[in-house]
């Protein structure tokens, strides 16, 4: 497959793989956060458990830079990714405001097994076998899952408690939508130049994650 064939390929992708990708980004704690009928101990869960996710997210976007200094066509990838990184600075601070203010101790959280599995997943895909175009793939996937899950909280007629609206707004606010669109920009220019093993490679990637992104929200609902 080649040229014009490959040209928004990720949107392809999400077509095809439709139904994955809904339950990654309408699962059932988001559709409770967005009609107010969400649990706010399961709240809580997800808090401590993504601020686990976001400390081990951080070395993985600082590899996809490497990457995309060594390898990309495009001197401006770095400031997308460079802009990623300090979004990702303002979000470690934040998740320490927002579980002080929940009574959430993240130092005593202990790191449920699906959290384990999709931090050692980002772990390999920090190697360097692993190419630039595979890892901005997936570097937008796992991005454009937040944005797309907290947008739905915040659109007209969502009912999400007021004291949910700013964790909804870190992603899901405009800002944050572009800053997805240029990294799947990104995937997608990169995707239509890359040889077919990559291709494949960058699907499964994306596969896995949304696979992920579904056991990672079933955490919230706590031990069974
Ligand atoms: C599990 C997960 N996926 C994605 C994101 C968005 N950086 C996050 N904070 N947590």
Known sequence: MHGTERKAMTETWLKKHRQIYVGATRHPFILAIRDGSVDLSSFKRWLGQDYIFVRAFIPFVASVLLKAWKESDDSTDIDVILGGMAALNDEIEWFKKEASKWGVDLPSVVPQQPNLDYCRFLESLISPDVDYTQAITAFWAIEAVYQDSF???????????????????????????????????????RLEKATDDVVAKAEVSLLRILEHEVEFWNMSRGPV
Do not use: M
């Open 151 to 189: 947008a739905h909280c915040l659109e007209d007629g969502s009912k999400t408690p007021g004291e949910l609206k700013e964790t909804c707004q870190r992603w899901g606010n405009e800002v944050f939508g572009q800053y997805c669109h240029a990294l799947q920009s990104i995937a997608n220019r």
